[in-house]
Nanobody, 129 residues
Framework: EVQLVESGGGLVQAGGSLRLSCAAS????????IGWFRQAPGKEREEVSC????????NYADSVKGRFTMSRDNAKNTVSLQMNSLKPEDTAVYYC??????????????????????WGQGTQVTVSS
């Protein structure tokens, strides 16, 4: 089982940038497919992005496409989410989690969390207008 810890959240003005990190511990990190999710107060959890186990595929929610970029460094057991052109509606607690991967060639990630899979504790992102 992989343990996930997010960092990098904070307060930023609209139009600014933040880079979130998700550090993983445990064996065989490059076997894990990771996604980012977010949840704003009073709202349901929302899918944000995912990246395949080897980093060759990534997908994004329409709400963040073109502004957010996900990457991973398997040698450092980390996944990152670069968030640019932030908007007040991006304000939420952001979580990284283990997600499912399609067994296509090449593999494609999904933004569906693995049932009973690993989740981080979350990091707060606040975007002021």
């Amino acid at each position: 089982e992989v343990q996930l810890v997010e960092s990098g959240g904070g307060l930023v003005q609209a139009g600014g940038s933040l880079r979130l990190s998700c550090a993983a511990s445990g064996l065989s990190f490059d076997d894990y497919v990771i996604g980012w999710f977010r949840q704003a107060p009073g709202k349901e959890r929302e899918e944000v992005s995912c990246i395949s186990s080897e980093g060759g595929d990534s997908n994004y929610a329409d709400s963040v496409k073109g502004r957010f970029t996900m990457s991973r460094d398997n040698a450092k057991n980390t996944v990152s989410l670069q968030m640019n052109s932030l908007k007040p509606e991006d304000t939420a607690v952001y979580y990284c989690a283990e997600v499912l991967e399609l067994t296509t060639i090449p593999p494609r990630c999904t933004m569906r969390a693995v049932p009973n899979g690993s989740w981080g504790q979350g990091t707060q992102v606040t975007v002021s207008s």
